[in-house]
């Protein structure tokens, strides 16, 4: 191809992909860049409600205890996490201009990504802008480009939002039984059974620490798997004790809570070792 010939195809394609850019992005609104993407105070949002494809919705509500998922699970939130996508409300707007109605498709707004409601504020997530890969967000009938640092959040599933943490917080446990071993208080000490050696007293305290700080390397929905064994847990001035499954998956261990249908995943067994034993 002659070298005239060439440039103009690459104007071509230039001037193409400009006319392209401008279809995609409306006329938008004067405004500072750093205009946040709503006023509201994420410190006084009280319920948070997310729907997207993955999964049926699922909501979190702050509490005085912190944040619970109250549907489709009654169990601890993941308050960290919830905390980032607060993140949303103030990020940068970075553009602004109202939405073409007849054009919802090329912005991805026709088939959400997500809808967050954050109390009675709907937030929709679109597509990414072909170029600069912002997303594009739908607040009532405004369209929004912010930096696309959120759609994990929007579009992770219920289970990616409870808390890691097998108890509730402050808890204290007051007896572990597990099917070769059993540790449980007795007046002002721990006592081991079996303990045919006697062991230091400082490693049965530090067992039951390991178990009252344990944190889940992830949770998911229980699978349908029979649990292998059976194990309980009891708290000071709980009346039933937490009954969980235990199914192993290589170096790593699934504890299974049938009351609330969770799983959670540890990355080894160290727990179930008694004390004294192992790392």
Same mark, same amino acid.
């Given at each position: 191809?002659?070298?005239?010939?060439?440039?103009?195809? *690459?104007? *071509?394609?230039l001037v193409g992909g400009l006319a392209l850019s401008v279809w995609l992005t409306p006329d938008r609104q004067d405004g500072p860049a750093t205009r946040p993407l709503t006023r509201l105070d994420p410190a006084a949002v009280q319920q948070i409600t997310i729907h997207n494809g993955k999964a049926p919705r699922f909501i979190l509500q702050r509490q005085a205890a912190g944040w619970q998922m109250?549907?489709?699970?009654?169990?601890?939130?993941?308050?960290?996490?919830?905390?980032?996508l607060l993140g949303l409300l103030t990020t940068p707007a970075i553009e602004?201009?109202?939405?073409?109605?007849?054009?919802?498709?090329?912005?991805? %707004?026709?088939?959400? %990504?997500?809808?967050?409601?954050?109390d009675q504020t709907r937030i929709i997530f679109g597509g990414t802008h072909p170029y600069n890969h912002r997303r594009y967000l739908r607040i009532d009938d405004q369209l929004y480009l912010i930096k696309d640092i959120f759609p994990h959040h929007a579009t992770a599933r219920a289970?990616?939002?409870?808390?890691?943490?097998?108890?509730?917080?402050?808890?204290?446990?007051?007896?572990?039984?597990?099917?070769?071993w059993r540790l449980y208080r007795q007046q002002q000490r721990w006592v081991l059974d079996p303990d045919p050696t006697g062991t230091d007293p400082s490693q049965l305290v530090q067992k039951v620490t390991d178990w009252q700080?344990?944190?889940?390397?992830?949770?998911?929905?229980?699978?349908?798997?029979?649990p292998e064994?059976? %194990?309980?847990?009891?708290?000071?001035?709980?009346?039933?004790?937490?009954? *969980?499954? %235990?199914?192993?998956?290589?170096?790593?261990?699934?504890?299974?809570?049938?009351?609330?249908?969770?799983?959670?995943?540890?990355?080894?067994?160290?727990l179930l070792k008694p004390p004294g034993e192992g790392p």
């Amino acid at each position: 191809m002659r070298r005239a010939s060439l440039i103009n195809l *690459l104007l *071509l394609l230039l001037v193409g992909g400009l006319a392209l850019s401008v279809w995609l992005t409306p006329d938008r609104q004067d405004g500072p860049a750093t205009r946040p993407l709503t006023r509201l105070d994420p410190a006084a949002v009280q319920q948070i409600t997310i729907h997207n494809g993955k999964a049926p919705r699922f909501i979190l509500q702050r509490q005085a205890a912190g944040w619970q998922m109250t549907e489709p699970y009654r169990v601890a939130a993941n308050g960290a996490r919830i905390e980032k996508l607060l993140g949303l409300l103030t990020t940068p707007a970075i553009e602004s201009f109202p939405l073409p109605a007849d054009r919802l498709a090329e912005f991805g %707004l026709e088939e959400p %990504l997500a809808e967050l409601t954050f109390d009675q504020t709907r937030i929709i997530f679109g597509g990414t802008h072909p170029y600069n890969h912002r997303r594009y967000l739908r607040i009532d009938d405004q369209l929004y480009l912010i930096k696309d640092i959120f759609p994990h959040h929007a579009t992770a599933r219920a289970e990616e939002f409870i808390s890691p943490n097998l108890f509730p917080p402050g808890a204290q446990i007051s007896e572990v039984n597990l099917p070769d071993w059993r540790l449980y208080r007795q007046q002002q000490r721990w006592v081991l059974d079996p303990d045919p050696t006697g062991t230091d007293p400082s490693q049965l305290v530090q067992k039951v620490t390991d178990w009252q700080q344990v944190q889940a390397g992830g949770v998911s929905r229980a699978p349908d798997t029979v649990p292998e064994q059976q %194990l309980s847990i009891r708290l000071q001035n709980q009346p039933h004790p937490i009954r *969980l499954g %235990l199914i192993r998956q290589g170096s790593g261990i699934l504890l299974i809570n049938p009351v609330l249908g969770l799983a959670y995943r540890l990355d080894n067994d160290n727990l179930l070792k008694p004390p004294g034993e192992g790392p």
